[in-house]
């Protein structure tokens, strides 16, 4: 059976959080085999991305870029009802990803140098985020 | 072996179709097992989304807002073979994804309470589309 | 154990490259069994999409869309160290995808008709890319 882990990020608001060490660490009781590692987040208005770890200008710069992307309180939207922030959060997790898959190489995540796992808040306040991480081998 | 199951949906040209509980039926006859259930579209022009899946207003602002995105008949375009929505189809499909990967625990799909699963269709036309589900534990 | 494989891919610098035949001959001895095949690309500046494989007006379309969408040298943009391409590539990579999960039937890749699995490399100057698959049965 696959080794199955559940836990959760309480999110300071619209932003990146680097999960990558919390990712890792549900590897741990896994077999030290080969196989991949899928991370999910069971929610619409947050999501997951792989994204350059060494210089915090990249996720500043994601940031600035989605605001434009897709503004908040676009007079467009039909779906405001938990406020400006609602649909954008909505479109910002689909044009990204709701699940990462990664490979394991002998029980421990194989990610590039530069590739950092981080769960992307994508409301404007606080929210605690369910992630789960799966270990195929 | 993993449990592999394939079914079609006939679309009625572009929009999103709620297939969730199909998926969920595909998982029936895998091991009761904790995993993941991998869905594909076998098609370049339409998608797969997990999206919000209690307020109908949250699928029609999707439309609106990958309209303006990806306008059809962009003079830009020079593949318009099959008219005005075909390179639009291509381009909203690779924005979104042609596989979600959503965890399985104890043989049942363990999504959040809203997300949904939908099939895209973003050609205006009707189409059959091919979708296999493929459950690895 | 998955069955895994790594090969290496020296891109032209910004465009697409199609690696299905690759990624076909990365499951040689696999079992013959239904799955999945996971495709990954281990950097933050070259990604991975399923495309339209018949008509090279699309991938030219596609260069078109996404040099509109995310361009180059933008002024918003405060992370420039490596040039007018650097900000762009990581966008470009968010807004697409770091692995494909395919699916496989009886040990080969079952993609629909035309469907075709391209490395997209962002960057204009040429570069190395690393992609790892791992087949799960």
């Not at 549900?26 to 999501?47: E, I, K, M």
């Not at 770890?53 to 434009?68: C, G, K, M, Q």
């Amino acid at each position: 059976m696959a080794h199955r882990t559940t836990f959760t990020v309480d999110t300071r608001g619209r932003g990146t959080c680097d999960i990558t060490a919390r990712v890792a660490a549900a590897l741990d009781g896994a077999p030290a085999l080969d196989g991949v590692a899928h991370v999910f987040c069971h929610h619409t208005s947050a999501s997951l991305v792989l994204c350059e770890n060494a210089d915090p200008s990249v996720r500043r710069d994601l940031e600035t870029y989605f605001a434009r992307l897709v503004p908040d309180g676009d007079p467009a939207f039909e779906h405001d009802a938990e406020g400006d922030d609602d649909m954008p959060a909505h479109l910002r997790t689909i044009l990204t990803q709701s699940a990462l898959l990664l490979p394991v190489a002998r029980g421990r995540l194989d990610l590039g140098t530069w590739q950092g796992v981080y769960l992307w808040e994508h409301r404007t306040a606080p929210h605690r985020r369910r992630i789960t991480v799966t270990v195929l081998t």
